[in-house]
């Protein structure tokens, strides 16, 4: 095993506490882990990436960072704040709703402004914003912009979307790790969308006694290849050799409502809800939809034994507006 470089950021370990109130509602024993309060730039699971990939950004002695995502990016606004830290520009091309085959026609507004907006504002992140296209355009984008900074001089560190390289997943395994340490539990909830969460701690599964049952809030139906192509790189850079398969990635597809990036009922129900049973927030756009694929699955009777939801954060998108309020 080779572990790579970490920059300390975030609050660890964060807090796993039960849900009495929504345990007894649901019949089901019900945990929560607040990566809601990792403590960087207003938290969420973004934070534990960072760790890795801004001491990899450090080691390489670069001074600009590029990445790309949606407007309301919870990883932008995390990732601002660690550039800001340590001088770094911070470069981020982002759509407001990025999509895979066809565009989102949501009806009804869609919370795009203020938010995590406000706060790249406050951190001094250089947002490039471009008119919506698919996840592939917005990548090739991004990497167009990294060749165009080089160009004009600047050391450049490339992230994925969501920070999902092998170092962000190698975090979540590290996550799985710590949450293995705080008690036994038979199920985990996340939700899914760039993947490395959802991979990580698939990767920890087996230390931890655990499963984990991932909720796509951006689904592809190639989405579980993905996993396994992304964490066979962890294995070779690190030698985890967690040799994950298709056998250990349970995707839940149905709880996305009209699209990637726009709030569904029955996410904004679970947010009511969370809110009016335990006083927790969820965020409208990835821990709702996971929170309201939860509630499906105790309804199912598949939540047997001690269920942990993993809380990713993400509440800035709270307070996004559908029209520019700032
Ligand atoms: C990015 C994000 C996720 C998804 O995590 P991935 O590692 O990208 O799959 C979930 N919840 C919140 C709040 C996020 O910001």
Known sequence: MVEPPRLPLVLLPTPVHPLPRLSRELGIDLWIKRDDLTGLALGGNKGRKLEYLMADALLKGCDTIVTCGSLQSNFVRQLGACCAMHQIACHAVVMP??????PILAAGDVPHEGGNVILDRWLGVELHRVPDAPWDALFAQAEALADDLEAAGRKVYRIPVGGSSWLGAYAFYQAGLELAKQGEFHTVVCPTSSGSTHGGLAAAAGHGGFRVLGVMCDPEPEFAQDLIELMAVVD??????????????????????????????????????????????????????AFAGLLKFAQEGLLSGRTVFWHTGGTPALFATATDQT
């Open 236 to 289: 070779r850079n690190s030698g985890l050799g967690a040799g994950l398969g298709p056998e250990d990635f349970v995707l839940r597809f149905d709880c996305v409502g009209q699209g990637y990036g726009v709030p569904s009922d029955e996410g904004q129900e679970a947010i009511a809800r969370l809110a009016r049973t335990e006083g927790i927030f969820l965020d409208p756009i990835y821990s709702a939809k």
């Open 97 to 102: 709703l990025p999509y895979n085959d066809a």
